[in-house]
DNA sequence: TTGAAAGCGCTAACAC
DNA sequence: GTGTTAGCGCTTTCAA
């Protein structure tokens, strides 16, 4: 088998230098060649074109070495010529490092997520990084599949919101040597950089602002409760409670079960939810701490016969586009200092930074509109 | 060199052997090395904890040949206690298929938009392949990067929603053998399975819809003028006036300019040109043909004292959240229809199979509520 | 400044 | 059924 390999060997060079003083194809014929292939133009064929070696087109291209002008020209001409773009997949094997980011988001279709999303992208390409998105559906199968696809992908980071504060599985990726950040929510299981909103806060300011409006019977409606979020947005409400000497009624706690971006579930089932609260538990107002639950909610005041800001107050956590134009007091988040902030975490432990891991916590901003009001209007006077 | 490179093969055997016979590390010893390392396991530390060679690993591992049952099952627990898992960017450039589709979207923050891609990346996981997604935000010069970069990635196929019907360069998909489905819009320069609804017949009806109601002066509002859904939307406004015999009047058409996804200037700049268009052409009707151009609209209407749905009838193109509970009239659009389409045309392709493109046409659905009517209420009536 | 050669981690063709 | 080896396309020593 030495002399098998021993033959090739001689052979190679022999091959090549016969090709090169024959006279290179020229570019036409190379690029018909690869048109018919229709496959990527490789290095080799640029270097053949060019009369070079690959390792040159390969310094020529990168400006990593310095490269004799005529020369790089040449490669550069046929480079051109072939409509030649480095594959990433080999150059990532060889160099063992990739410039691509990786964030998998619970929900699409989350106005939330998709602010950070593209905040997000952006500031990974100002650094130089493309950013690829995934979508988990808050399903932990999906997330570790993509938790999986992206280590194997070999990105350089990942940023995550974890479907389930407890099984979510980022020693894949850790194990690995990728970093991660944890934005949005917090992951008990691992020690990472965290980039959250004060949660807490934000509910018990916005629970304040409905006491003040003399709201007595709060309701809240937090989501499933394996994320630190509904925990910690739970808390506020309860807080401020407290402060207010206002006794906790059960009744008035209210956790949608459902996850996953199935938007027409959830829309029905947090209608339903509502509905009964409103029925059962005569609430005077409500504390939406999710985005995608809106609709469902409103959906229910309207089947209830109630009135946004007349007779039931509410305020919801995330604004969205529509909030505006029907007067909705929104807890605002700063999605793209969130974002912002997360990839740079990231990058600078890509660049292998190692502190401790740093918490984030950004302030939400309450904007008050006509929804959280409890103006008792005249039923004539009501469309 | 030759000499040297025969060193390097006497050499290698020996050690191989040495190891193996000196008995391998242990799984613990092994485990050790590569989290300190903080790298994946490779095929080789398996192979070697295993006791076999890398080949025998692979086949075991994919299945692909019949391997010995023992064999098997030592290879799959030494794979287990290193938390093996296949590089991906080493295997797809070795067998040159990939499992990974790439989906670029011209905004990631347009409820359709990530209504699509959450059910493309359904129908992708369903067939095995992963979907990456790139946010394009309708700029050619990102377009043309995520394009770059998912060819460079070896993606086994694209579906794009084209940023301008002219100017999007698939061709580096296209030469370098990727398929390429164009959803949403057309693309003038390839010839593309393409996925589109029936932009013009939608609004056609939306146009008739408002007419019935008794309607005269419809304003029309579309997105910039490069995409092949603008002017399919206004032809269909212009064939629903003809078909009614009602003269167009220019000042009732307003071309959005603003591109990409910024969501705030989108809004401020819809808000003015609708602001404009109810104080200088009195429209009794508003046909809004973007779903990321309702909410600056509406405040436009809010900002003008027109009441929806009352003094001025309005139907959006593209469902969003709060639009049922604002009575918004809709043209809702069969997301996961099309982005099940787009994907199965995409691996048909990718499978190999080679027809002429295929152009599918969805239809669109009017979902009708309260916006679209003109009922003139009494000013005392209204809150 | 340039070229030859090795090698990233994997799979497949070929031997046995 | 298993091992050896070559090679995917690239970058990067090492020599010259």
């Given at each position: 088998?030495?002399?098998?390999?021993?033959?090739?060997?001689?052979?190679?060079?022999?091959t090549?230098?016969?090709?090169?003083?024959?006279?290179?194809p020229?570019?036409?014929?190379?690029?018909?060649?690869?048109?018919?292939r229709?496959?990527?133009?490789?290095?080799?064929?640029?270097?053949q074109?060019?009369?070079?070696s690959?390792?040159?087109?390969?310094?020529?291209?990168?400006?990593?070495?310095?490269?004799?002008?005529?020369v790089?020209a040449r490669?550069?001409e046929?480079?051109?010529?072939?409509?030649?773009?480095?594959?990433?997949?080999?150059?990532?094997?060889?160099?063992?490092?990739?410039?691509?980011?990786?964030l998998i988001i619970s929900d699409?279709?989350?106005?939330f997520f998709?602010?950070v999303?593209?905040?997000?992208?952006?500031t990974?390409?100002?650094?130089?990084?493309?950013?690829?998105l995934?979508?988990?559906d808050?399903?932990?199968?999906l997330?570790?599949?993509y938790?999986?696809v992206?280590?194997a992908?070999?990105?350089?980071?990942?940023?995550?919101t974890?479907?389930?504060?407890?099984?979510?599985?980022?020693?894949?990726?850790?194990?690995?040597?990728?970093?991660?950040?944890?934005?949005?929510r917090?992951?008990?299981?691992?020690?990472?950089?965290?980039?959250?909103?004060?949660?807490a806060h934000?509910?018990?300011?916005a629970?304040d602002l409905?006491?003040?409006?003399?709201?007595?019977?709060?309701?809240?409606?937090?989501?499933?409760?394996?994320?630190t979020?509904?925990?910690e947005?739970l808390?506020?409400?309860?807080?401020?409670?407290?402060?207010?000497?206002?006794?906790?009624d059960?009744?008035l706690?209210?956790h949608?079960?459902?996850?996953g971006?199935?938007?027409a579930?959830?829309?029905?089932?947090?209608k339903?939810?509502?509905?009964e609260?409103?029925?059962?538990?005569?609430?005077?107002s409500?504390?939406?701490?999710?985005g995608?639950?809106?609709a469902?909610?409103?959906?229910?005041?309207?089947d209830?016969g109630r009135?946004?800001?007349?007779?039931?107050?509410?305020?919801?956590?995330?604004?969205?586009?529509?909030?505006?134009?029907?007067?909705?007091?929104?807890?605002?988040?700063?999605?793209?200092a969130?974002?912002?902030?997360?990839?740079?975490?990231?990058?600078?432990?890509?660049?292998?930074?190692?502190?401790?891991?740093?918490?984030?916590?950004?302030?939400?901003?309450?904007?008050?509109?006509?929804s959280?009001s409890?103006?008792?209007?005249?039923?004539?006077?009501?469309?």
């Amino acid at each position: 088998m030495i002399g098998n390999r021993l033959h090739k060997l001689r052979a190679l060079p022999g091959t090549v230098k016969t090709r090169r003083l024959r006279g290179h194809p020229g570019a036409a014929a190379l690029k018909r060649r690869i048109a018919k292939r229709s496959e990527m133009a490789t290095i080799k064929e640029v270097a053949q074109l060019a009369g070079v070696s690959t390792a040159t087109v390969s310094r020529a291209l990168s400006g990593a070495r310095p490269v004799n002008a005529d020369v790089a020209a040449r490669v550069l001409e046929a480079s051109h010529a072939l409509g030649y773009r480095p594959n990433r997949v080999a150059r990532s094997l060889r160099t063992q490092v990739s410039t691509t980011l990786g964030l998998i988001i619970s929900d699409v279709q989350n106005p939330f997520f998709t602010a950070v999303a593209r905040a997000a992208e952006r500031t990974a390409a100002d650094n130089g990084y493309s950013l690829v998105l995934c979508n988990s559906d808050d399903d932990l199968h999906l997330e570790r599949r993509y938790l999986d696809v992206l280590v194997a992908e070999q990105v350089a980071g990942l940023i995550l919101t974890p479907a389930d504060e407890k099984a979510s599985s980022v020693d894949v990726a850790l194990a690995a040597g990728i970093p991660v950040v944890s934005v949005d929510r917090r992951l008990r299981t691992a020690d990472l950089d965290t980039v959250l909103v004060d949660n807490a806060h934000a509910v018990h300011k916005a629970v304040d602002l409905l006491v003040r409006e003399g709201c007595r019977r709060v309701a809240v409606l937090v989501g499933p409760e394996h994320t630190t979020t509904a925990a910690e947005r739970l808390r506020g409400y309860r807080d401020a409670l407290t402060d207010h000497q206002i006794p906790e009624d059960p009744g008035l706690i209210v956790h949608s079960q459902v996850t996953g971006g199935d938007v027409a579930t959830l829309h029905k089932e947090t209608k339903g939810l509502i509905t009964e609260v409103i029925r059962e538990h005569s609430p005077d107002s409500l504390v939406i701490t999710n985005g995608p639950m809106i609709a469902g909610s409103l959906a229910a005041l309207a089947d209830t016969g109630r009135h946004l800001g007349e007779d039931l107050a509410v305020v919801v956590f995330d604004d969205m586009p529509l909030a505006e134009f029907i007067g909705l007091t929104s807890i605002v988040q700063p999605t793209e200092a969130i974002a912002q902030q997360a990839v740079e975490l990231l990058l600078s432990r890509v660049a292998g930074s190692t502190p401790p891991p740093h918490e984030v916590v950004f302030k939400s901003v309450l904007t008050i509109r006509t929804s959280s009001s409890l103006r008792r209007v005249s039923p004539g006077r009501r469309r």
